[in-house]
């Protein structure tokens, strides 16, 4: 009898430390994606642009696209990043409103 209560609290014991991890990693996890959310929605608020996933890949290609201009102004290819400037400035053109 005393094996089995001793095994008993020894599951709940481990339960308890169980469901206290997965609780912080619960609220943890929710931070991060309510601190995500408010980005993208302060982001896409002041840009004037929608929060779908479209827009943010577009977004983030388009700058990329400038910084491909600047590194090649910074090699001293100004006709290649004429191209891509004026390629990140078009698409970021179809985003931001």
Do not use: K
């Not at 469901?19 to 994606?33: E, K, M, N, P, Q």
Request: glycine share 12%; hydrophobic share 60%.
């Amino acid at each position: 009898m005393q094996v089995e209560s001793f095994f008993e609290w020894l599951g709940q014991a481990l339960g308890s430390i169980i469901r206290f991890i997965v609780d912080g990693l619960s609220g943890l996890f929710g931070a991060l994606t309510h601190a995500g959310g408010n980005f993208v929605e302060g982001l896409s608020r002041t840009l004037g642009m929608d929060t779908s996933i479209i827009s943010i890949i577009t977004l983030i290609v388009g700058l990329l696209f400038l910084y491909s201009a600047v590194r090649a102004f910074m090699r001293a290819s100004i006709i290649i990043g004429v191209i891509w400037l004026m390629l990140g400035l078009w698409l970021l053109s179809w985003v931001v409103h």
